[in-house]
């Protein structure tokens, strides 16, 4: 494997929108500075409307900072068949987008469930049971909407999409992702696998066994620690999804249960040679989210080989 290449995303500045979410926002010119100023050389572009939407004026943004415009995560109810066709249009207006600034390596569209809209999955986060889960008819009209985002987004404009396996969505825990993974086209629908929230959706940090499981359709990898104590703290009071956000369960990374150093040895063994994607999800005002980042960076450079 190369040298690692690494980015970083708008939510480890405290971007996200969720309803739940308070504080002020962070604006994406500060983000950006304080990325590229921490040592990342690749970024995802955020809700949409947070960075420019002009190409040209996205692409000069991007420019000035040496950066390159990774992915873009694009939520979609896909259990609902009545969302499929704007969930389309919504992937399609972010793909030209992306495609218009694309460099190299080439950006992934990432798809993911309308995480945080279904409330019994949003408060049981980190500790989903089956029968909170998609009926058989259900996930087939979530597959049936993945496969139509991914194509139509191949095929206008080339890039591949990636699925963003997610806590307080319906594709959390390992056994939801190997369902979806099943009923979707592997050659048109990859994962983006998600480190941390693969460790609070699975009850355990075994990011390896996850890596082992799914590897055949791994195309992408976002670098997020779980912090267990946290974690195990959010089930025994039954915290949900945003208070468990609030409490610091994603954590820096290296302060929690993720093995990174095995992580980036498995990487190297397969010979991945993409970027990875450090997200510290944190909500509005929380943390110091430029120092973190310096510190995960400098984290990732520690274990590096």
Avoid at 72 to 89: I, T, W, Y
Wanted: hydrophobic share 40%; with cysteine; glycine share 12%.
């Amino acid at each position: 494997m190369a040298a690692l290449r690494v980015g970083n995303a708008p939510c480890s500045w405290g971007t996200l929108e969720f309803d739940e979410a308070k504080g002020e926002q962070i604006g994406f010119a500060r983000m950006l500075d304080e990325l590229a100023e921490t040592g990342y050389t690749g970024t995802e572009l955020g809700d949409w409307g947070y960075m420019p939407t002009d190409p040209a004026a996205l692409r000069a943004e991007l420019g000035r900072r040496g950066l390159v415009m990774l992915g873009a995560f694009v939520p979609v109810a896909l259990k609902e068949r009545a969302a499929h066709g704007a969930g389309v249009s919504n992937a399609l207006k972010t793909a030209r987008l992306l495609a218009a600034v694309a460099t190299e390596p080439k950006p992934y569209l990432v798809l993911a469930d309308n995480n945080g809209s279904v409330p019994e999955r949003a408060l049981n986060a980190g500790r989903i049971t089956a029968g909170m889960g998609l009926s058989p008819a259900e996930w087939n009209v979530f597959a049936e909407g993945a496969n139509l985002v991914a194509r139509a987004v191949r095929d206008e404009t080339g890039l591949r999409t990636v699925f963003h396996h997610h806590c307080a969505g319906y594709v959390e825990t390992p056994g939801e992702i190997a369902r979806f993974l099943e009923l979707t086209d592997p050659q048109t629908v990859g994962l983006v696998f998600d480190s941390g929230h693969y460790a609070y959706g699975a009850g355990n940090c075994d990011a390896i066994g996850g890596l082992e499981r799914f590897k055949e359709r791994v195309w992408y990898i976002h670098l997020k620690d779980c912090q267990p104590e946290v974690a195990s703290r959010a089930r025994v009071e039954q915290w949900d999804y945003f208070q468990a956000l609030r409490h610091g369960v994603f954590c820096e990374l290296g302060q929690g249960g993720v093995d990174f150093p095995a992580l980036l040895g498995w990487l190297k063994a397969r010979g991945y040679d993409g970027y990875t994607l450090v997200e510290q999800d944190v909500l509005p005002g929380m943390g110091t989210p430029k120092e973190s980042a310096r510190r995960n960076r400098e984290y990732l450079r520690s274990i590096e080989s």
